[in-house]
């Protein structure tokens, strides 16, 4: 394989986590006797650009599919953080009823919901079919495709040019990652802003989050290869701040290659701190194999644990992590018998591979397990809080990654 930016062969490999399922094909229960589709999962690093990148085995139609069930307004602290974003843009780049907010990858309109409340027009663009309904029943106009420079130049030549566009975790779900980066300088006005959020390599390495490897996300993303993807299809890294989401991500602002905005300094800052950690150089990633193996055989080890002892154990959030965690451990119902998740697209279907039951909260209730395994991690706090009332029947809460941690 070349890699999907510059070309180069890849050589060098990253993460081998085996093989497993799409980790959003949640199984209905009718389809439990059919086979499913797995595909390797392995990671690669490529020494010219230096991005890391998945093999490629499924296409981006076979992942995001017209039944996706990732619903990003089921996460309260994301509402939030989207609430806080939105305002943040408006007061930094003037953005009023005369404006044009743009996100790409909308979802179920978490988003542009607070885009529309503060009498901003806006559209969304989302191609898979569950979620784009969802966001339109909040009233939002969406375009059904997915996004390039094809899509990008035929909406700037119907008028609908971007003064701002959002692209929040989906810079690292697209494929022909070139083409998907210049369809936002086809469609960004002469002065206009479009900011990228994604989890940051740096903290996906450094803090053994191997669990959010699986096939939606193609490339892991540092902002060094950012700003050379950026700059080879048209766009200019002018600021970048950090953020605690998802176990740590950035949020990168582009502007068109002409643009009128300043480069920060904090851009030069955060490429010289990922040069000193040194993430241009093979060494960086040789360990990452081996502690992603430790985190597999300590939660085994935990669970086998548990049942001997006559324990009862949940897990929480049917996430796409956790899948990514259970298939490379081979966790099934005989070590961890349901998955509770609030989201009602998920509830009543199967954890694809290990095919887990997913159950509502009530189950949780009802069942009082003695461990409540938690799979988002990055939700950690907002998920002990909302579970705080499993303390009266003294369950423990529990996470594996990035070390295995009974709290």
């Known amino acids: 394989m070349n890699c999907r930016h510059c070309q180069t062969p890849l050589r060098t490999p990253v993460l081998d986590l085996g093989a497993a399922p799409p980790s959003n094909a949640y199984l209905q229960a009718a389809k439990l006797n059919a086979a499913e589709v797995w595909f390797p999962l392995r990671l690669m690093v490529c020494e010219n650009c230096w991005l890391v990148q998945t093999e490629d085995y499924a296409a981006s139609d076979e992942l995001f599919t017209e039944d ?9 602290s994301w509402l939030k953080h989207s609430e806080a974003y939105v305002a943040a843009m408006r007061a930094r780049f003037g953005l009023d009823g005369d404006s044009m907010v743009v996100e790409v990858a909308a979802n179920d309109g978490y988003l542009l919901q607070f885009v529309a409340a503060a009498g901003i027009p806006n559209y969304g663009i989302e191609p898979t079919a569950s979620t784009a309904q969802a966001a339109r029943d909040k009233g939002i106009d969406i375009v059904e495709r997915f996004f390039g420079v094809a899509l990008g130049q035929e909406l700037a030549a119907a008028g609908r040019s971007a003064d701002l566009m959002a692209a929040n975790n989906v810079l690292a779900h697209v494929p022909d990652i070139n083409d998907f980066v210049g369809g936002f300088a086809a469609l960004l006005k002469p002065t206009g802003v479009a900011t990228f959020e994604f989890p940051h390599l740096l903290r996906m390495i450094a803090e053994t989050q191997f669990d959010t490897a699986y096939h939606e996300h193609y490339s892991y993303l540092s902002l060094t290869a950012v700003e050379r993807i950026f700059a080879a299809n048209g766009l200019q890294v002018f600021d970048v701040e950090e953020l605690p989401t998802h176990g740590g991500s950035l949020r990168v602002f582009a502007q068109r290659a002409d643009g009128p905005h300043e480069i920060s300094p904090r851009v030069a800052a955060l490429l010289a701190h990922e040069d000193a950690a040194g993430m241009r150089s093979v060494d ?54 349901y998955v509770v998740d609030r989201n009602p697209a998920k509830a009543g279907n199967f954890m694809p591979g290990s095919r887990i039951p997913i159950v509502g909260e009530d189950h949780l209730q009802a069942d009082k397990p003695d461990t409540v395994l938690i799979l988002p991690w990055n939700l950690m706090d907002e998920v002990v809080a909302q579970l705080s009332y499993a303390r009266t029947w003294g369950a423990k809460f529990v996470r594996a990654v990035p070390a295995l941690e009974v709290l």
């Open 68 to 76: 996706y069930a990732y619903f990003s307004s089921y996460s309260s």
């Open 284 to 337: 960086y990633y040789a360990s990452f194999q081996a502690r992603a193996e430790k985190v597999k055989h300590d939660l085994t080890a935990f669970l086998i644990e548990q049942r001997r002892a006559g324990r009862k154990v949940a897990a929480y959030g049917a996430a796409a992590k956790g899948n990514t965690l259970l298939n490379f451990a081979g966790i099934r119902p005989d070590l961890l018998p």
